[in-house]
């Protein structure tokens, strides 16, 4: 029912910044962001509710900054001070239930961006 698009992905070196944007065909209330690296489990890294409150895994606390544009149906990610254990495939979620978002079983799923911190 609603589509998501990712971009901003890339290659930085350790240390660097990148913004991630999440485009959706249509308003929905709970988004967020979520990454996979090779080999690992699938992890939640920050998502925000539909009355504002955000969470974030203790990892990137003080680097990463999930922010909505509500008119233009964008999420976004704001991502300081990478470092190499950042490398993943970023996926953006979103869903009317916030707390099935949370738990990672959100029922709409972009594609994902590739984010590559090199050292």
């Known amino acids: 029912q609603v589509q998501l698009v990712e971009s901003g992905g890339g290659s930085v070196q350790a240390g660097g910044s990148l913004r991630l944007s999440c485009e959706a065909s249509?308003?929905?209330?709970?988004m967020g962001w979520f990454r996979q690296a090779p080999g690992k489990e699938r992890e939640r890294v920050a998502t925000?509710?539909?009355?504002?409150?955000?969470s974030y895994r203790d990892s990137i606390k003080g680097r990463f900054t999930i922010s909505k544009d509500n008119a233009k149906n964008t999420l976004y990610l704001q991502m300081n001070n990478l470092k190499p254990e950042d490398t993943a495939m970023y996926y953006c979620?979103?869903?009317?239930?916030?707390?099935?978002?949370?738990?990672?079983?959100?029922?709409?799923w972009g594609q994902g961006t590739q984010v590559t911190v090199s050292s």
């Open positions: 979620a979103a869903d009317g239930d916030w707390s099935r978002l949370w738990r990672g079983q959100a029922i709409n």
């Open positions: 925000v509710s539909n009355s504002g409150t955000t």
């Open positions: 249509a308003d929905i209330y709970s």
